[in-house]
């Protein structure tokens, strides 16, 4: 970024000498594109080598980047679009992008989406979040995913020679690992994003549209289906039937050492190995397994869009930082720099590692939550948790979907 004291000192002087700004190059006709990041997005490096390669290639804009925190920042978001002083790019999670476009505060980049950034070849699960009522308010900038994690000395020691391809040898292994003081697959009883991925592999869906209006969808049978693998999946392990994948922390878990795999996006890996140092290079990777062995299984993808404004004074500068960031040279630098997946498929094809070869080839199947502005309202008192423990516990499966169904509607009709 530019020395922005230099830059101060020299529009002073001008203003002295000269009556005015004008005459200097790069003085009053440098256009300032402000940014809210998320904290720990990107690193220093990064972000450094990005904005002095932007700024060289364009003279006349100067960026300012602002890094904010995830707790709190959908109220400062909301005020930020209501305000006549918003910054031109703000990041935000892909899933959040479909209640921000509802305040009306948001430029639609259909356009530049079609023209410029290849759109056709976006992830569906950060692209579609980002897309309301046929408009693209939300441009795909990262995503990450769940793969699994295993430990392949305990896969060496049951004989299994290399990962599953497909859910039925998944059971499988998982059976053939599940042996007494070890768990084939620690699994929590609540980890409602994993159940979301065998869902949509069944044709499900946490919820659906019907006339404009949203409805849970975990009763149907495809969706129960869907429950039922994980059901199956979940019992090869000692995972809590009553907790979610933080209590107790699955990494902490798994860095015992009595652990074959676990379902977490590959970062989990550092933590494990910091936990345990003993396992550092005993840890493998691949995709959550598919119906068939053609593709990995469906999963939900998380990541970020980067929406600009309606509101925000250059927007039209704006659009060039967000063409660059999205664009695929600084997509792959992104993803190789952060081990995050980028926007397209086809640029995750070109990242090396078994780590995030596994996340890219599962991002391919990515899907994201239902984009109903609303959604968030359904996770601030997550039904599908409960429903999830009172299957594992014994309850009628189709008895307990049917009431978390109806907890989602409710939740999605204000």
């Not at 101060?8 to 006709?29: E, M, Q, W």
């Amino acid at each position: 970024m530019k020395n922005r004291y230099l830059a101060l000192s020299t529009v002073l002087a001008c203003s002295l000498a000269l009556g005015g700004c004008g005459l200097i190059p790069g003085g009053s006709d440098t256009r300032t594109v402000s940014i809210w990041l998320m904290q720990n997005s990107v690193s220093d490096d990064w972000l450094q080598r990005f904005t002095e390669t932007f700024e060289k290639e364009h003279p006349d804009i100067e960026l300012d980047v602002t890094f904010q925190e995830w707790t709190g920042i959908g109220k400062k978001v909301t005020e930020a679009l209501r305000s006549e002083d918003a910054p031109e790019i703000i990041e935000v999670g892909n899933t959040q992008v479909a209640g921000y476009a509802e305040s009306g505060g948001l430029r639609d980049l259909t356009l530049e989406s079609v023209r410029d950034l290849g759109n056709e070849d976006w992830l569906p699960g950060l692209a579609e979040p980002g897309s309301v009522n046929g408009s693209q308010y939300g441009i795909p900038w990262y995503a990450a995913n769940r793969v699994v994690i295993y430990n392949k000395e305990l896969f060496a020691e049951a004989g299994i020679t290399e990962p599953p391809k497909t859910r039925a040898e998944w059971l499988e292994i998982s059976e053939k690992l599940d042996r007494p003081g070890q768990d084939g697959i620690y699994l929590s009883g609540q980890d409602w994003y994993t159940l979301a991925g065998f869902i949509w592999d069944e044709g499900g869906e946490l919820a659906v549209e019907r006339a404009g209006e949203w409805e849970g969808a975990l009763h149907s049978k495809a969706a129960l289906r869907g429950m039922d693998f994980y059901q199956e999946l979940q019992a090869h392990g000692s995972g809590p039937k009553d907790g979610d994948e933080e209590t107790p922390p699955q990494a902490d878990v798994f860095a015992k050492g009595d652990v074959a795999q676990m379902i977490a996006v590959p970062s989990a890996a550092t933590v494990i190995e910091k936990a345990n140092p003993e396992l550092k290079g005993k840890l493998g990777f691949f995709p959550v397994p598919g119906k068939t062995a053609a593709a990995p299984g469906s999963v939900f993808i998380g990541g970020s869009d980067l929406i600009v404004p309606e509101n925000s004074k250059e927007r039209a500068a704006a659009v060039d930082v967000v063409s660059a960031l999205a664009g695929d040279e600084w997509q792959l630098d992104l993803a190789r720099t952060m081990n995050y997946v980028p926007n397209k498929a086809t640029l995750g094809l070109e990242l090396e590692g078994e780590s995030t070869s596994a996340m890219a080839a599962g991002a391919a199947q990515g899907r994201a939550t239902p984009n109903s502005p609303q959604w968030a309202e359904v996770e601030v008192d997550n039904p599908i948790k409960p429903y999830m423990t009172a299957v594992l516990q014994g309850q009628d499966p189709a008895t307990a979907a049917r009431n978390a169904s109806t907890r989602i509607t409710t939740a999605l009709r204000p």
